[in-house]
């Protein structure tokens, strides 16, 4: 069976770090990259980041390059996205997103999502 | 760069047809045929239903459509269904740094 599997629901404080993980099983590794998209509450979707987990290209959105770091191990095809500090203003949920390994491919496959809530 | 810009909600009773717009620029919309469509209904996750402007993935009724005319793209349901309520987000290749820009989310409600 194709799917993503997303890490559960985290609660942090601010300035905590936090890692949160995807991982993609049943298809080619190599067919495919990862993505993450963001939506606050009540919001809309908004592009994070995106990598392949063969050979760790990436691009990460100019919104939020200053904040996160993607990250890939190819050997569980796993894609990882990672806060030094966490801030309120990143609670939200982050969804895992798959799509064909050819630029201006639509993410045709979404995880879960996984909720992050950021509170003192 | 801004999010697409899609009108706040739309309203249709059953069987009638709604067409949801997505203005960009000549930047992203305008400039490329990688417009996408996303149904998101209340509670979960983002589900692809419109990809290439108006290509239909595996499993999505024909109920839904897409075209594209200069900086804006459309999404049409076609015989609505309650089962249709949901929001809806279009999102459009921007370039090799900028692949994904999604559009402002439209609310769909069957009457």
């Known amino acids: 069976e194709v799917q993503l599997e997303e890490s559960g629901a985290e609660v942090k404080k601010p300035g905590e770090s936090l890692k949160i993980s995807c991982k993609g099983s049943?298809?080619?590794?190599?067919?495919?990259?990862l993505g993450w998209v963001r939506q606050m509450p009540g919001k809309g979707l908004e592009w994070v980041a995106i990598?392949?987990?063969?050979?760790?290209?990436?691009r990460v959105s100019p919104s939020f390059e200053a904040r996160v770091t993607i990250s890939a191990d190819k050997s569980i095809n796993t894609a990882y996205l990672q806060w030094n500090s966490v801030q309120a203003s990143d609670t939200a949920i982050y969804y895992c997103?798959?799509?064909?390994?050819?630029?201006?491919?639509?993410?045709?496959?979404w995880g879960h999502g996984t909720l992050v809530t950021v509170s003192s | 760069q801004s999010a697409l810009t899609q009108p706040r909600s739309v309203s249709g009773s059953p069987g009638q047809s709604v067409t949801i717009s997505c203005t960009g620029t000549?930047?992203?919309?305008?400039?490329?045929?990688?417009v996408s469509w996303y149904q998101q209904p209340p509670g979960k996750a983002p589900k692809l239903i419109i990809s290439?402007?108006?290509k239909w993935p595996s499993g999505v009724p024909d109920r839904f459509s897409g075209s594209k005319s200069g900086n804006t793209a459309f999404l049409t349901i076609s015989g609505l269904q309650a089962e249709d309520e949901a929001e809806y987000y279009c999102?459009?290749?921007?370039?090799?740094?900028?692949?994904?820009?999604f559009g402002t989310g439209t609310t769909v409600t069957v009457l």
């Open positions: 997103a798959r799509r064909r390994a050819i630029d201006a491919s639509p993410f045709d496959l």
């Open positions: 999102c459009s290749y921007a370039g090799t740094y900028i692949p994904y820009l």
């Open positions: 049943g298809y080619r590794l190599n067919d495919y990259w």
């Open positions: 990598i392949s987990p063969a050979d760790s290209s990436l």
């Open positions: 290439d402007v108006s």
């Open positions: 000549s930047s992203d919309v305008g400039r490329y045929y990688s």
